[in-house]
């Protein structure tokens, strides 16, 4: 397979839109169960992401959020409300279990800010692992697109990420980039650097 290291804003607006096709479950934090805890803890490999309300405004920032985990084919969209959930933290902190994201050091720099001993351990970031393979470009829709010939709808990225209910579309979204950033890794690790040129 053959990758192109670049794609231009015209090639990506003529391809299909991506959509997350597995299953959405949106909780907030406490209810967050042992079922549950243990669901999770059985997963080695996941998909993360980091969706605050925006603030026009420069140098401010709101706090997370969401934070959407995604496994093959589900993603859970969990809404953190004072208080971080402790298997979450145990499941970042685990070195056996890989975390793949995008854009990862500024996601826990804001996680932090809610949870003080967060110490991510086995985190893959695609913006430093694409370049092994002739990719120049950082962003996740430009990535995704050259990996499998979709767009990743941005729409949602400034939506209210605070507000009471969540639309179909911000679900879709947020389940979409936590996914995307699993299938990613998973993709280039089913090829080596060398073949990417061939």
Not at 92 to 98: C, E, M, Q, R, T
């Amino acid at each position: 397979m053959t990758i192109a290291s670049t794609i231009d804003k015209e090639e990506l607006r003529q391809l299909p839109t991506a959509l997350f096709p597995g299953k959405i479950v949106l909780l907030n934090a406490d209810e967050i169960d042992e079922k549950l805890e243990e669901t999770w803890r059985a997963v080695r490999l996941w998909g993360f992401d980091t969706e605050s309300k925006p603030i026009f405004k420069k140098g401010a920032k709101n706090k997370v959020a969401l934070i959407p985990m995604a496994t093959e084919d589900t993603c859970y969209l969990v809404r953190l409300s004072k208080q971080f959930p402790p298997v979450l933290k145990e499941i970042f902190n685990n070195p056996d279990v890989i975390k793949v994201g995008l854009s990862s050091k500024d996601d826990f720099l804001q996680l932090r800010s809610i949870c003080k001993d967060l110490k991510p351990a086995a985190v893959v970031e695609i913006q430093s692992i694409v370049k092994q393979y002739g990719i120049e470009e950082l962003s996740l829709q430009k990535i995704y697109a050259i990996l499998f010939g979709k767009r990743i709808s941005k729409t949602q990225r400034l939506s209210n990420w605070q507000a009471p209910e969540l639309s179909e579309a911000q679900q879709q979204y947020a389940a979409m980039d936590a996914w995307a950033v699993r299938e990613i890794y998973l993709k280039l690790q089913s090829l080596t650097p060398q073949a990417a040129h061939e």
